[in-house]
């Protein structure tokens, strides 16, 4: 089994730092692609960033410039570091993992989420 854990979330007022940080544990072999959605009160999820095992990232318009998004693959693990923050990032933030088991499954594995509230 795999399990992914966030972490690092809370209240922060606007123009504030937070880092968001997600380790994936289990039966892995490799992790692919790694990334940050986001989900908002009646809104849809929507990916805020993700990152290839080779480093390459992808931003959401929204975030570009304020946010980053980095991997220790040694660690199976990727950060958020959101800078900037505005009262629209407001949303409980989730982390995905694109995992390759030992069983030789590729699976998408989901964090619990964790809560990001801005305050203007």
């Known amino acids: 089994q795999v399990q992914v854990v966030e972490s690092g979330g809370g209240l922060v007022q606007a123009g504030g730092s937070l880092t968001l940080s997600c380790a994936a544990s289990?039966?892995?072999?490799?992790?692919?692609?790694m990334g940050w959605y986001r989900q908002a009160p009646g809104k849809q999820r929507e990916l805020v960033a993700t990152?290839?095992?080779?480093?390459?990232?992808n931003y959401a318009d929204s975030v570009k410039g304020r946010f980053t998004i980095s991997r220790a693959n040694d660690k199976n693990t990727v950060y958020l570091q959101m800078n900037s923050l505005k009262p629209e990032d407001t949303a409980v933030y989730y982390c995905?993992?694109?995992?390759?088991?030992?069983?030789?499954?590729?699976?998408?594995?989901w964090g619990q989420g964790t809560q990001v509230t801005v305050s203007s």
């Open positions: 289990g039966s892995i072999l490799s992790i692919n692609v």
């Open positions: 990152i290839r095992s080779s480093g390459s990232t």
């Open positions: 995905d993992a694109s995992v390759l088991t030992s069983a030789l499954i590729r699976n998408d594995y």
